[in-house]
C-alpha cells in the first residue's frame, strides 16, 4: 500500500524514478474507431513520460457517435427515393444498418 503523499512528494518520487509528468489543458479529445468516434468532452490529461515514451491518461464526460460512411448514406438516399439527409438520420437511426434504415424509409411509402 502507498502511503499518502502530497503531489510535491509524488513529484520529487517520480523525478528519482526518472518519469515526468505533465497535464494538459484541452477542450475535447476524439477517438476515431473503424465504426465510431469516442468523443471526451472537458477532459483532463495527463501526459507521463518515462525513458522517452509517453503515455496519455484521458478523463472525463465520454460520448459516442456512429460514423456512417457517404457511400451508405448514398446507397440508402438512392434506394429509399429519399434526400441524403434524410438517409443519414435514419442510417444513424438505425445504428449503421443498412437494409433496416431503407425499411424504414420505405414502409408506408407503397400504400
Aim: zero cysteines; aromatic letters at 2%; hydrophobic letters at 40%.
Amino acid at each position: 500500500m502507498i502511503p499518502k503523499m502530497n503531489p510535491k512528494q509524488m513529484r520529487k518520487m517520480m523525478k528519482q524514478l526518472g518519469m515526468e509528468m505533465e497535464e494538459l489543458e484541452a477542450e475535447k479529445v476524439i477517438i476515431f474507431l473503424k465504426d465510431r468516434k469516442i468523443i471526451i468532452d472537458r477532459p483532463e490529461i495527463s501526459v507521463i513520460k518515462v525513458k522517452g515514451q509517453k503515455t496519455y491518461q484521458i478523463a472525463g464526460e465520454e460520448r459516442e457517435e456512429l460514423l456512417i460512411p457517404e457511400e451508405d448514406v448514398r446507397l440508402v438516399a438512392e434506394q429509399a427515393g429519399v434526400s441524403e439527409e434524410e438517409a443519414r438520420q435514419a442510417l444513424a437511426l438505425a445504428g449503421g444498418d443498412l437494409a433496416k434504415a431503407i425499411l424504414g424509409l420505405t414502409e408506408g411509402k407503397d400504400g
